[in-house]
């Protein structure tokens, strides 16, 4: 079936009345509906798929994109463009039809799934609109109108190349600058679970000194998975710039890096697990405007910007080693050569997301870590980047526990409290005397950092932020527990044995 007779079989067609305009005619706008569709996202946003040629694309009634297509209507039809009047009028009047007659649909950047098969659908951003299918026998290239998903395209968003069968996901290696196998295995992994439409997604976290190639392998990776005229952001201050920015591409990165805030750092970990971020919609008073996305991300500094225990446990952190003058190559000539093996690479990324589909409902975990599901995926994609097997689960774990160090040593009572417990195997004391039992342990310096707890709920507050990080290294903690009849809050320290 042909992408048009999909639209005109399974589109709720809209009927519109002959409306005149200001000269008495009867508007061309309004005998498009026969082919094109109207409808509605679960948020109550308005689009339309509208048959182009031989293929069908998906716009925002308020995007450029529509209001191009509008124009072109018109033109084609009267021999003019409208009017603005006119051209507000007609957007406002399908708005309404789309909100009111349409149905509803989600519409997707990049990465979907079927929510009935399981089958992943990935943009191409092609002229043709076309779309890959990725399904538990293989991947194949569609009609994007034969899809049951809808994809949107927003501004700056590039084309992926037509993939190629026959290549490896090893041929990607030498376009990367890793230290070790177990780097390799782990990133690998977090590019195949790139392309998987739902998180949670890891944080590639990508550190090392200058001229280690931080910045050319998180193009490259932006290159095979979501490419854009702009792939590698700075960091914005305002935390609406950073969701706008975030949800208007699949692939998040930020680049360069040489510290995080906390509400930066709180709001990465929302972007990696899910979850919304709202302000007042401009020039309103009381709507609100929702920024909802779940992303994988990458972020590269030179120095180890991700220091919170949150931020950490979500994180892939790699070092790349320095390169040597003998090993450096030409940027032209990479890129030349990258390009040519680009399309084999991404076919063979689509294999692994194929071989992750087939083997993740059998996949069974000795441990589930924080991020689980990524766990899950992951090992379900081995056999296509590794012929070890169980080698992502001891990579993983082993940068894990680098990370719960980092956490440690970055955070300032982690080391004074693990020294206060060489010293008991149990205590049980409320957060204000914890915090005078930690000021007899830690330095003067460290004191009189900013960071310091100074009070009880500081005091409660830092040690919650690393409470899983101290279990990793054998003291438990315990909140909550009340010392009879007073009412006092126990906090309750346990070295494991």
């Known amino acids: 079936m042909s992408s048009m007779e999909q639209v005109s079989n399974n589109a709720q067609v809209i009927t519109f009345p002959p409306q005149p305009d200001n000269a008495g005619q009867i508007s061309p706008v309004f005998g498009m509906a026969e082919s094109n569709e109207f409808f509605c996202t679960p948020g109550g946003k308005a689009y339309a798929s509208v048959v182009v040629g031989n293929h ?11 209001q191009e297509w509008l124009s072109r209507h018109f033109y084609e039809s009267e021999g003019k463009t409208p ?17 009111f007659e349409g149905n509803t649909h989600e519409v997707h950047i990049r990465v979907a799934e079927d929510a009935q098969t399981g089958d992943i659908y990935i943009d191409l951003c092609d002229r043709d609109w076309r779309v890959v299918k990725v399904t538990r026998e293989g991947w194949s290239v569609i009609p994007g109108g034969d899809a049951p998903v809808k994809f949107e395209r927003r501004r700056g968003m590039l084309a992926l190349p037509e993939p190629q069968r ?30 998987r439409p739902r998180g949670p997604y890891p944080i590639l976290a990508l550190h090392g000194e200058q001229g280690s190639s931080k910045s050319t392998t998180a193009r490259i990776l932006c290159s095979l998975i979501d490419p854009n005229q702009s792939p590698l952001r700075s960091l914005n201050r305002s935390m609406r710039n950073l969701m706008i920015s975030a949800t208007n591409k699949w692939l998040f990165t930020l680049d360069n890096l040489s510290q995080l805030t906390a509400q930066q750092s ?58 040597s003058a003998d090993r450096r190559r030409a940027e032209m000539k990479l890129k030349r050569e990258f390009e040519e093996a680009r399309p084999r690479i991404l076919g063979a ?112 507050g830092a040690l919650r932020r690393i ?30 044995r």
């Open 56 to 66: 069908i694309e998906t716009w925002a009634l308020k995007s450029r994109g529509f």
């Open 83 to 99: 009017t603005t009047q006119k051209l507000n009028e007609t957007l406002r009047l399908l708005e309404g039809k789309a909100k």
């Open 166 to 195: 026959g290549g490896s996901v090893q041929e990607l290696r030498p376009f990367v600058n890793l230290a070790s196998e177990e780097d390799w295995v782990l990133l690998a992994a977090w590019a195949v679970a790139a392309l």
């Open 266 to 323: 709180d709001a990465l970990c929302c972007l990696s697990t899910g979850g919304g971020y709202g302000v007042r919609e401009l020039r309103t008073d009381t709507e609100e405007q929702i920024f909802d996305a779940q992303r994988p991300i990458i972020l590269t500094g030179i120095e180890e910007v991700a220091t919170r225990g949150d931020l950490l446990d979500r994180a892939l952190v790699l070092y790349l080693p320095p390169i």
């Open 349 to 460: 990324l689509l294999g692994a997301v194929s071989v992750a589909l087939s083997n993740v409902e059998t996949v069974e975990l000795a441990e589930r870590p924080r991020l689980a599901d990524f766990a899950e995926w992951a090992t379900a994609a081995e056999p296509a980047f590794t012929q070890t097997r169980g080698a992502f689960m001891a990579s993983y774990n082993t940068n894990r526990m680098t990370g719960h160090e980092m956490v440690l040593d970055s955070s300032l009572v982690g080391g004074p409290l693990l020294a206060l417990m060489d010293k008991h195997e149990e205590m049980v004391l409320t957060a204000g005397e914890l915090l005078k039992e930690l000021n007899a342990v830690a330095s003067s310096e460290t004191r009189k950092q900013r960071d310091w707890p100074r009070t009880a709920p500081g005091m409660a």
């Open 467 to 496: 409470t899983t990080i101290l279990r990793a290294a054998g003291v438990r903690v315990e909140f909550g527990r009340r010392e009879g009849g007073t009412g006092r809050r126990l906090i309750r320290l346990e070295v494991a």
